[in-house]
């Protein structure tokens, strides 16, 4: 199955989702962030990972310090069997692309890039936000409220 995150900035939920995605569904991955094993991840205006994305994916004992952002238009979206968008912006931007697969969801999941003053909060919140991200990759009823909700193919 191929599976791409898309987000805005491709720095931190969709990173985190790749991570997740690949330590779960694929566990034997080696993979770089290119793919390997059709798990990717991309943003809609790519900047750079941030440093807060890789130590709270380390703190469960992920390693993403080899993936990097990339633009959705170098992922094969329309070899997707599943597409999952993780903000507005991706979620308008992917509708409007013709010829993509049947299965596009929406994840409504906040964005922790500038949601806090101070580091410590800063944590907490790309915590909250791994953590959710994890909880609706391995248990696919907690995505029952958002569009299209079936993850588990």
């Not at 004992?61 to 069997?81: A, W």
């Not at 597409?83 to 509708?95: N, V």
């Not at 999941?109 to 003053?117: F, K, L, M, V």
């Amino acid at each position: 199955m191929k599976i791409a995150f898309i987000c805005t900035g491709n720095i931190c939920r969709s990173q985190m989702a790749e991570g997740i995605a690949r330590h779960f569904l694929l566990p034997s991955s080696k993979g770089v962030g290119k793919g390997e094993g059709g798990i990717f991840s991309a943003g809609i205006i790519p900047g750079k990972m941030h440093d807060v994305t890789q130590n709270v994916m380390h703190e469960i004992g992920i390693d993403i310090s080899k993936q990097y952002s990339k633009s959705y238009l170098e992922v094969p979206l329309n070899q997707m069997d599943i597409i999952i968008t993780m903000s507005d912006l991706a979620r308008s931007t992917i509708k409007g692309i013709q010829g993509l697969c049947s299965k596009i969801i929406h994840w409504d999941i906040e964005d922790p890039y500038h949601s806090a003053e101070d580091k410590k909060q800063l944590y907490e919140n790309y915590r909250r936000v791994r953590d959710n991200i994890q909880k609706r990759i391995s248990d696919p009823s907690a995505n029952a409220q958002d569009d299209r909700s079936s993850f588990s193919g």
